[in-house]
């Protein structure tokens, strides 16, 4: 079998690494992703010169480095990976199975894969699992998209799918294994292990397919598609309650994700454990979490027919070339926008307050009027999405029409959580537990079937092409057997987060924009809320202001600026009276103003909820104008925020962001906010490395060219600023 793929692998070109180039983040176009032979074809690379996976073949095969290139311009590279396990593992009908991998390694604190002063190679006592997976063979392949994506708006020039390499590794049941003489009825399963790695980007994604060869049914209990033993992100003797261990230094994310909006979404795809064979961990306990697991926290519990392919979901592995965390949140804005492209859809939009055809029909036109590009039918403004009625659907028909005469769109909101439909529709929690939002109906029974068609069915009716989606499904297990589609509490989480995903995705494939307040983002949905707390929006109008900037800035760190919204209460919400809200808007449009500059000098949109947009001809006239500034410098108000050269608002002194665009022109805007009731004059000092700047900078503002400025050693500039009390400026750079 080895020199089978010693012949096939002996055709690929060998691994060389490359020379320093420029910093990926400035300019990915060198990193194209390959995969090389090791020069003794024993191992294959996939890699891309910022970061590289490699897989041994003999005497069994695993993942034997997975390493990142240091930020810091050497060709320094520093090691991810410290010891072996296999590529996946399986529970099938009651047994444990392991996908490849190898055996003997005694200190997993390190992965010597070569001879060093005073000790050799850890590769050479290791030996491959016989009641393991053997691998058959592997193909490389480019990668392919994961769903269609339909575009149909603004959404930036990212490809789809994503350019880059893949690798498969197949694996199968070697007919004089020990695995095949223990269990031969699992002769004839195969296991296919994906990986893909993107130009560019130092992102690796990961999942595996198992397909039942066999002449039975085959129940799959439960999987781990991804293992990885990491460096510890740090080393503490001891263990302490409440007080946290600092994770490896990578971002792992799945697009099994839900019930939340960042972090805490990951938590039923993924897990850090300790790694008690890891003896010689600083930790005396050996409770350092430094393994990582990927698969469901519950389930999947699938039966496969014969004949029958299961597809897991997708890891992905974000290496950090620093310890930076501005410079790690820019990098995880660089890969949604490689693995999410369609986030990058950021419409300017309006929420209404009422389906009374006339309220609609002026905010329509006023949406029109001052460049915005889609309304929405907001709750509480009276529309029904599932109200099948033949009047009702042309009602909606006739919005949309009358939305797509002025150039817009046209959406609407649906709640599927946080509420209960009974009937025994609704979940049924295990013993103690309680559905995350209180009440929330089952997917799975014949309601929430139901409710996805009516879903399905509403748009191609109406002419709708947004969905405000409230209350996603969040996770909730559910003890009910729901023939034919959910057997009990095992499987229930699976299938119901799978007809959710499946469900967002055929949305992407028809060009339906979603907002929804939770992660389904790598599943098709465009926008999760930025990060505010609602009750908020009924201090006073000052702090509202303040809020909102000091929120995108908090939010952006993970975030691309297109994909969170932000809220602006045009009427009363969430109480607060008078001074919390903005109509009449006349009397109040040095605050309206200052709402506008803050979401769109960030390049967010925010809900902007109420029955009109303006109310006098000062009021249009001041939102057209913050509006077309906006879609004149659209593309760099777009890109990522750049925080370590930014400054959160906190009302005692001037506060900014600072857009970076590396391969833009402009490559970078400075719009900088004065929270005081004084002008404010200084000179500022940025750091436009990020920018892709070198050596000096054309600015210009919003009264033309400002000057040429040189760059210090350090990539900053000193930028002279005059900004008026409670006022805005802005600065675009170019080379």
């Not at 994310?253 to 909006?261: L, Q, V």
């Not at 859809?345 to 009027?369: F, G, I, K």
């Not at 929120?551 to 691309?560: E, L």
Request: glycine share 10%; charged share 25%.
């Amino acid at each position: 079998m080895f020199l089978a793929f010693a012949v096939a692998a002996a055709s690929l070109p060998s691994f060389q690494a490359r020379p320093s180039a420029p910093d990926w983040l400035s300019d990915p176009r060198p990193y194209g992703a390959e995969v090389r032979r090791s020069s003794d074809s024993r191992s294959l690379v996939l890699e891309n010169g910022i970061a590289r996976r490699e897989f041994l073949l003999e005497p069994g095969t695993a993942t034997i480095g997975l390493d990142v290139r240091s930020s810091r311009g050497t060709d320094a590279w520093r090691a991810v990976l410290r010891a072996v396990e296999p590529e996946a593992r399986l529970v099938l009908d009651g047994i444990s199975i392991d996908v490849g991998g190898l055996e003997g390694q005694v200190n997993r604190a390190f992965l010597r894969t070569e001879s060093g002063a005073g000790g050799s190679s850890d590769l050479e006592p290791l030996a491959g699992n016989p009641r393991a997976l053997q691998r058959t063979g592997f193909e490389i392949v480019e990668p392919a998209e994961r769903f269609p994506w339909k575009r149909v708006r603004r959404s930036g020039d990212a490809p789809w799918p994503p350019r880059g390499k893949g690798l498969r590794l197949d694996f199968g049941v070697a007919p004089d294994s020990l695995l095949a003489k223990e269990h031969p009825e699992l002769v004839g399963l195969v296991v296919r292990v994906h990986h893909e790695l993107y130009d560019g980007l130092p992102c690796f994604a990961k999942w595996i397919e198992v397909h039942n060869g066999t002449a039975r049914e085959i129940r799959l209990e439960h999987f781990w598609s991804e293992l990885l033993a990491a460096v510890e992100g740090e080393s503490k003797v001891e263990t302490r309650p409440g007080i946290p261990y600092r994770l490896p230094n990578l971002w792992v994310e799945t697009d099994y994700a839900c019930g939340g909006s960042d972090e805490d979404a990951q938590r039923f795809g993924l897990r850090w454990v300790a790694d008690p064979r890891y003896t010689s961990q600083v930790n005396y306990l050996l409770q350092t979490p430094c393994l990582l697991e990927c698969g469901p926290a519950v389930g999947p519990d699938q039966t496969l027919a014969p004949g029958a392919t299961f597809e897991s979901f997708r890891t992905f592995l974000l290496l950090h070339d620093s310890e930076d965390r501005s410079r790690n949140g820019l990098a995880r804005c660089r890969m949604y926008r490689t693995i999410a492209p369609w986030t990058s859809e950021n419409p300017l939009m309006m929420h209404v307050t009422s389906v009374d055809p006339s309220v609609v029909a002026a905010a329509l036109e006023q949406c029109a009027a001052v460049g915005f590009e889609l309304a929405i039918l907001s709750f509480g403004s009276g529309f029904d999405l599932e109200d099948e009625r033949a009047g009702t659907r042309e009602r909606w028909r006739g919005f949309a029409d009358l939305a797509r005469q002025r150039g817009l769109e046209l959406g609407g909101y649906s709640l599927l959580s946080s509420r209960s439909v009974g009937n025994g529709d609704d979940v049924v929690s295990p013993p103690g537990e309680r559905p995350a939002h209180g009440s929330c109906p089952s997917l799975a029974s014949a309601w929430g079937q139901e409710y996805l068609r009516r879903l399905r069915d509403f748009f191609p009716a109406t002419g709708f092409t947004m969905l405000e989606h409230d209350g996603p499904y969040p996770g909730d297990y559910d003890t009910a057997a729901r023939p034919p589609l959910q057997k009990g509490l095992a499987d229930s989480q699976w299938v119901q987060f799978g007809l959710a995903a499946r469900f967002y995705r055929w949305c992407r494939a028809q060009g339906i924009f979603v907002n929804a307040p939770d992660w389904y983002v790598l599943n098709g949905t465009n926008k999760s809320a930025m990060g505010y707390r609602e009750v908020n929006w009924s201090l006073p109008r000052a702090d509202q202001v303040l809020h909102t900037r000091q929120n995108i800035f908090d939010g952006t760190w993970t975030k691309t600026p297109s994909m969170g919204w932000m809220f602006v209460p045009l009427t009363e919400y969430q109480g607060g009276g008078a001074q919390a809200t903005v109509e009449p808007l006349a009397q109040h449009l040095d605050h309206y103003q200052r709402m506008l500059e803050s979401n769109l000098g960030a390049g967010v949109q925010a809900c902007y909820r109420g029955p009109r947009l303006f109310d006098t001809e000062e009021t249009r006239a001041m939102v057209a104008r913050q509006v077309a500034w906006f879609r004149a410098h659209r593309e760099v108000l777009e890109a990522d925020i750049d925080h370590a050269a930014s400054r959160r608002a906190d009302g005692r002194d001037l506060d900014w962001f600072l857009h970076v665009l590396p391969l833009g022109d402009p490559c970078g805007m400075l719009v900088v906010y004065n929270p005081l009731q004084r002008d404010v004059e200084r000179t500022l000092v940025i750091d436009l490395t990020n920018t892709g700047a070198r050596e000096e900078t054309h600015v210009a503002g919003a009264a033309g060219p400002v000057g040429t400025f040189a760059l210090d050693r350090q990539g900053r500039v000193e930028l002279p600023v005059r900004i008026p009390a409670g006022g805005m400026s802005w600065f675009e750079f170019r080379r």
